[in-house]
C-alpha cells in the first residue's frame, strides 16, 4: 500500500524561500518516478517537477530555475526547495509516484498521490 505524506509547507513573503518534504512508503526507489504537482483554487493541477529512473531533474518552465528537486533513497524521501517565491506560487503542493514506464509533469502518468501542503505566498 502506496503512501505519501507532504509537509513543510506554509506563509512566506515574496522573495523568501521554503522546502517541501515528502516522505513515501510502500514505494520502490530502485528505479522511481516521482514528483511535486500544485494546484490552486483557479487552474488545473499542474507539473512542477519530476524525477525518473534517470536521476535527473524535469521542471515546468514557468519556474526559470527558481526551484530545485531532489531525493533521497534511503530516507524515501522527496524535496522540493523553493527560492524567490512568488505570489503566483501560492497553492497546495502534492507530491505523486508513477508505477508505469513513462515518467515526466504529466499528472495523468502518476497512481499514488499525498494529501498536499499548503503554500502562501503575500
Known amino acids: 500500500h502506496v503512501q505519501l505524506v507532504e509537509s513543510g509547507g506554509g506563509s512566506v513573503q515574496a522573495g523568501g524561500s521554503l522546502t517541501l518534504s515528502c516522505v513515501v512508503s510502500?514505494?520502490?526507489?530502485?528505479?522511481?518516478?516521482v514528483g511535486w504537482f500544485r494546484q490552486n483554487s483557479n487552474s488545473a493541477r499542474e507539473g512542477v517537477a519530476a524525477?525518473?529512473?534517470?536521476?535527473?531533474?524535469r521542471y515546468a518552465d514557468s519556474l526559470q530555475g527558481r526551484f530545485t528537486m531532489w531525493i533521497d533513497s534511503a530516507k524515501k524521501s522527496l524535496y522540493l526547495q523553493m527560492n524567490n517565491v512568488k505570489p503566483e506560487d501560492t497553492a497546495m503542493y502534492y507530491c505523486?509516484?508513477?508505477?508505469?514506464?513513462?515518467?515526466?509533469?504529466?499528472?495523468?502518468?502518476?497512481?499514488?498521490w499525498g494529501r498536499g501542503t499548503q503554500v502562501t505566498v503575500s
Open positions: 505523486a509516484v508513477a508505477t508505469g514506464v513513462v515518467c515526466g509533469l504529466e499528472t495523468n502518468w502518476y497512481d499514488h
Open positions: 510502500g514505494y520502490s526507489f530502485t528505479r522511481p518516478c
Open positions: 524525477i525518473g529512473a534517470d536521476g535527473h531533474a
